[in-house]
């Protein structure tokens, strides 16, 4: 499974940016997909998640309510909105998918594939 996520870039705080992840073939109708971040000198963290089936979404307390995460299988992608974005969400963005999932699950450990990394700067 490889995993391209894109849509990094430097943005002052309170703006918005899109960020997506690309794969070949069904790879997100497959696996449960989400997104993780890791800032300089923290471990990575949870940041959104969404099931197989793409009906149920699950967010970190730290970004519910700003950022919105999706998926388009036939285009085989996940995105994540993230708006109103603060300086604290300032890291490199991964997406990852997990294996056995089940198909109304979002999960937010036990991934086993991951994208190369886009950056987010939000400045003050």
């Known amino acids: 499974v490889q995993l391209q996520a894109s849509g990094g870039g430097l943005v002052q705080a309170g703006g918005s940016l899109r960020l997506s992840c690309a794969s070949s073939?069904?790879?997100?109708?497959?696996?449960?997909s989400g997104w993780f971040r890791q800032a300089p000198g923290k471990e990575r963290e949870f940041v959104a998640a969404?099931?197989?089936?793409?009906?149920?979404?699950d967010y970190a307390d730290s970004v519910a309510g700003r950022f919105t995460i999706a998926k388009d299988n036939a285009k085989s992608a996940i995105y994540l909105q993230m708006n109103s974005l603060k300086p604290e969400d300032t890291a490199v963005y991964y997406c990852?998918?997990?294996?056995?999932?089940?198909?109304?699950?979002?999960?937010?450990?036990?991934?086993?594939?991951w994208g190369q990394g886009t950056q987010v700067t939000v400045s003050s």
């Open positions: 990852s998918v997990r294996p056995n999932s089940i198909n109304s699950a979002t999960y937010r450990n036990g991934y086993s594939y």
């Open positions: 073939g069904r790879t997100f109708s497959r696996y449960s």
């Open positions: 969404i099931s197989r089936g793409g009906g149920t979404t």
